[in-house]
Nanobody, 125 residues
Framework: VQLQACGGGLVQAGGSLRLSCAAS????????LGWFRQAPGKERAFVAA????????FYADSVKGRFTISRDNPKNTVYLQMNSLKPEDTAVYYC???????????????????WGQGTLVTVSS
């Protein structure tokens, strides 16, 4: 599976960004997709995930109510809409998938085997 993330940039606190991740190499509609982030000096952390069927969705507590994950199967793309951004959201954001068709586990705790390159999000105060 190949994953290509984009959409990062510089935004002021309180602003919004939408990240996109295009996938290829496997049947997209059968795959779970997740977003992770790694802030400077910190470990990579789970942000959000969506199952192959579109539900359920999983969110880290720190982004609940502000971020929304969605998918567009005809476009082989998963999105992360980020609203009310805070400086602490600054990080490199990565998309990933387990690569297992019809995976039905807890995506906040799953093993992700395929990763895209990161896209940098910088939130200024």
């Amino acid at each position: 599976v190949q994953l290509q993330a984009c959409g990062g940039g510089l935004v002021q606190a309180g602003g919004s960004l939408r990240l996109s991740c295009a996938a290829s190499g496997r049947t997209f509609s059968r795959l779970d997709l997740g977003w992770f982030r790694q802030a400077p000096g910190k470990e990579r952390a789970f942000v959000a995930a969506i199952s192959w069927s579109g539900a359920p969705k999983f969110y880290a507590d720190s982004v609940k109510g502000r971020f929304t994950i969605s998918r567009d199967n005809p476009k082989n793309t998963v999105y992360l809409q980020m609203n009310s951004l805070k400086p602490e959201d600054t990080a490199v954001y990565y998309c990933a998938t387990s690569g297992t068709a019809f995976y039905a586990g807890d995506l906040s705790r799953s093993e992700y085997n395929y990763w895209g390159q990161g896209t940098l999000v910088t939130v200024s105060s």
